[in-house]
């Protein structure tokens, strides 16, 4: 009895091998349930440091094979670099690479300014897109373009502003507006010279300022949609379409007054034109679809009908 051991209790710990293990004393320990593996020891100094024995020097196990080889891309994802050097017994303890970059499931570090995409498009807000279609226009050719060819005219002018036409095309009908209303027509007949005078510069100055507002908002849209023109093309375009469209309006109401049935129809159709072409102005300048182009030009629209085509305000 003196040989066996008194305890209470029960050893949780051990694992269900030990526990069947029977207890031995005296004799040679019994052997593992599964075989132990035997590392194979090295020839020559590790491969971990170019300067120390093998793992029988510092305690460190032994790898086979350069943990800093060039690894194979086995994906196609890109070539493989050249193997770094600089560490272990490839040139001492220099800097290297990061062995498994480019390699699926890790990334690789890039520097402050290279494009690890290499000649990728970007875009760049502001930036044009592609080269200019062609050659500014004349002040000539660009209103007559306009009316009759609209769609290459403003292909070719997305990236030339166009702002002497916009502001003195937009300061001239300003003077003229004043006379399209029968009442402000009344009043200008009826005043004295100087006081037309000052009445009309004022008008010319307010719509050249309401046409700056209303075409930096529709910039703005048409930016806010996905577009990428430029804004001082978009804003002097969109000027000069809101005035000459309603020049054939004024035309017929100096004479017939703002309030006539053709003055009114006249109005309306001239109305859907300024439309058409402020659509096919933004999707030319800011390569929109249709849909998005007419949203954003929506505003400049509303406002043209309500101030100048009924005269609401």
Do not use: C
């Not at 600089?86 to 498994?100: E, Q, R, V």
């Not at 035309?251 to 309030?259: I, K, M």
């Amino acid at each position: 009895m003196a040989g066996f051991r008194i305890g209470r209790g029960r050893d949780n710990n051990r694992t269900p091998q030990q526990q069947q293990r029977p207890q031995q004393y005296g004799g040679a320990p019994a052997a593992p349930p599964y075989p132990q593996q035997q590392w194979p020891q090295a020839q020559g100094p590790g491969p971990g440091h170019g300067h120390g024995p093998g793992p029988g020097g510092h305690g460190e196990p032994e790898y086979f094979g350069d943990p800093y080889q060039q690894q194979p891309d086995p994906y196609g994802y890109g070539a493989p670099g050249p193997a770094p050097s600089g560490h272990g017994g490839h040139g001492g303890h220099g800097g290297h690479g990061d062995p498994y970059a480019n390699t699926p499931g890790h990334t690789t570090a890039f520097s402050i300014g290279e494009d690890p995409y290499g000649n990728g498009a970007t875009y760049r807000a502001g930036a044009s897109t592609a080269a200019p279609a062609g050659p500014r226009l004349t002040w000539k050719a660009l209103l007559s373009g306009i009316v009759l060819r609209p769609g290459p005219t403003f292909l070719q002018m997305r990236d030339y502003p166009v702002w002497g036409p916009a502001l003195s095309v937009s300061f001239l009908y300003g003077l003229l507006a004043l006379f399209g209303f029968d009442q402000t027509r009344e009043e200008a007949i009826n005043a004295p010279f100087s006081q037309v005078i000052v009445s009309v510069l004022i008008t010319g100055t307010a719509f050249v300022i309401g046409g700056l507002i209303l075409g930096a908002v529709t910039h703005t849209l048409a930016r806010q949609l996905g577009g990428d023109g430029a804004w001082q093309p978009t804003v002097g375009l969109s000027m000069l379409i809101m005035s000459i469209t309603d020049a054939p309006r004024l035309l017929f109401a100096l004479f017939l007054g703002g309030e006539n049935s053709l003055v009114q129809v006249v109005g309306w159709l001239t109305w859907l034109a300024a439309g058409a072409l402020f659509t096919a102005m933004v999707s030319r300048s800011h390569d929109l679809p249709w849909p998005k182009a007419l949203g954003a030009s929506a505003i400049q629209l509303i406002a043209l009908l309500s101030i100048i085509k009924l005269g609401t305000i």
